[in-house]
């Protein structure tokens, strides 16, 4: 069992459509990072979050970090093409010193 | 500026052979890490490496894995006697402090036939 769950593993949609990525926990994280990778390259930050209850939008993402600090979702409103990749959740538990990456959701969009 | 560089890019080796993985970070970066990635899944954590700190090694899979980090700049990975379940892409970071943002590289995909 990973300590940071993605669900769901694989989503296919149409372009034009929304989607959510969930990042699940039993445990709390001082803070928690969103990446995507795209084939053949090594993942890329697209935000940080560290407070319980902490929302952040960049464009079409939306990405919320729960109260408990244990969840965190991103929201992609009228996917594209260009938003297709491997996702990524990475978080650094209370007191700990490294990211403990999640399994990833690989997220397809098609036109 | 010049982001983290890998290499090689591919490497196919025989079972039982030693691999060679070298790590080029951001200049001025002082944390460095080694991530391994299946096809597709999410990242493992093997190894980093903060300043002049001693190293974390707590996710090297079998003590057939090693990496240095030579004068706080280029890394490398070192795994002896490959076996077939060493197949991945190795991936490796840099960030400014430890926990920062990480900057990856491309990775090395490694075959071991």
């Known amino acids: 069992t990973q300590l940071l769950e993605q669900s769901p593993q694989f989503l296919s949609i149409q372009e034009g459509e929304n989607l959510t990525v969930y990042c699940n926990s039993s445990?709390?994280?001082?803070?928690l990072q969103w990446y995507r990778q795209e084939p053949g390259e090594g993942p890329v930050l697209l935000v940080t979050?560290?407070?319980?209850?902490e929302v952040k939008k960049l464009k079409r993402l939306t990405f919320q970090f729960g109260d408990a600090r244990k969840d965190s979702s991103l929201h992609i409103t009228a996917a594209q093409p260009g938003d297709t990749g491997l996702y990524l959740c990475?978080?650094?538990?209370?007191?700990?010193?490294?990211?403990?990456f999640g399994g990833g959701t690989r997220v397809l969009v098609k036109p | 500026g010049a982001g983290v560089s890998q290499s090689p890019s591919n490497k196919v080796t025989e079972k039982g052979k030693d691999v060679e993985l070298r790590c080029d970070p951001i200049?001025?970066?002082?944390?460095l890490y080694w991530y391994r990635q299946s096809l597709g899944q999410g990242l493992e954590f093997l190894i980093y490496?903060?300043?002049?700190?001693?190293?974390?090694k707590s996710g090297l899979p079998s003590d057939r894995f090693s990496a240095e980090r030579t004068g706080g700049s280029v890394s490398t990975l070192t795994i002896q006697r490959t076996q077939q379940e060493d197949s991945a892409v190795y991936l490796c970071?840099?960030?400014?402090?430890?926990?920062?943002?990480?900057?990856f590289g491309p990775g090395t995909r490694l075959t071991v036939t």
């Open positions: 445990s709390v994280f001082s803070s």
């Open positions: 990475a978080g650094v538990k209370a007191a700990g010193n490294k990211l403990t």
């Open positions: 979050v560290v407070t319980g209850g």
């Open positions: 970071a840099s960030s400014k402090r430890e926990l920062n943002e990480q900057y």
């Open positions: 200049s001025g970066h002082t944390a």
């Open positions: 490496f903060q300043g002049n700190s001693a190293p974390d």
